[in-house]
């Protein structure tokens, strides 16, 4: 039963134009929001997180909004850049993360020239 | 900065070997976590601990065990490794902080993974 669900394996956009990669869950209970970025052979790191008092969090050209009604939430990257090429996760967790994160499966963005 | 390191980058071994991966932070977190990544998968929580001593299971805690002698250390133990382990292990530590939670800034920090192969 998968409790964080990224639905697009793949997404490809033109350099410059904005990036948006969506998740869904489906446990209540989360109260945390992680979005991860992931290159080839190296660990996940950390880009935004929202908790659930917010609805948006911004962080440069990294927007995250939450819509809890809808148990979703999104990722935006304005302007998307070709470093931007990278597997991106979701993650969620309840009690802020102590008892680990439950990951969504990724979704690889390709932003081409 | 936070820094998480994991004894090998690449580790090779043979099934039923026992194989035991380390994995070591810096930043006095009470926190840590053993993850797995597989393709099409995400990563799934094998173990974590959350004091020395202590563990608990994850979401996919079989054919694995965990040691935490000391704070900063973190090791995950596969008893009798089998073809299916082959994976890319991923450790996280974090502060137990659900301050930081609530306003929204990071709690888990990653090593750069062990990819391990069990042929």
């Known amino acids: 039963d998968q409790q964080v669900k990224q639905n697009s394996p793949s997404l490809s956009v033109q350099e410059g134009r904005i990036s948006i990669l969506n998740c869904d869950y489906t446990?209540?209970?989360?109260?945390?929001f992680l979005w991860y970025k992931k290159y080839p052979a190296e660990g996940p790191t950390f880009l935004i997180s929202?908790?659930?008092?917010?609805d948006k969090n911004e962080d440069g050209r990294f927007t995250v909004f939450l819509n809890k009604s809808a148990k979703h939430l999104s990722l935006h990257i304005v302007p998307s850049q070709p470093g931007d090429s990278a597997v991106y996760f979701c993650?969620?967790?309840?009690?802020?993360?102590?008892?680990?994160?439950?990951f969504g499966k990724g979704t690889h963005l390709i932003i081409q020239p | 900065d936070v820094k998480v390191t994991q004894s090998s980058r690449y580790l090779v071994k043979r099934t039923g070997e026992k194989v035991f991966l380390e994995c070591v932070q810096d930043?006095?977190?009470?926190?840590m976590f053993w993850y797995r990544q597989d393709p099409g998968l995400g990563l799934r929580l094998i173990y974590f601990?959350?004091?020395?001593?202590?563990?608990e299971k994850g979401d996919i805690p079989e054919g694995y065990s965990v040691s935490r002698e000391k704070k900063e250390r973190f090791s995950l133990i596969l008893e009798s490794a089998s073809t299916n382990q082959t994976s890319m292990y991923l450790c996280?530590?974090?502060?137990?902080?659900?301050?930081?939670?609530?306003?929204?800034?990071?709690?888990?920090?990653f090593g750069p993974g062990t990819r391990l192969t069990v042929l």
């Open positions: 929202i908790s659930s008092i917010k």
């Open positions: 601990s959350y004091d020395v001593k202590m563990k």
């Open positions: 930043m006095d977190h009470e926190n």
């Open positions: 993650a969620a967790s309840a009690d802020g993360g102590a008892d680990g994160l439950t």
């Open positions: 446990n209540s209970m989360f109260d945390y």
């Open positions: 996280a530590s974090s502060l137990l902080d659900l301050l930081a939670a609530e306003l929204g800034t990071d709690t888990q920090y």
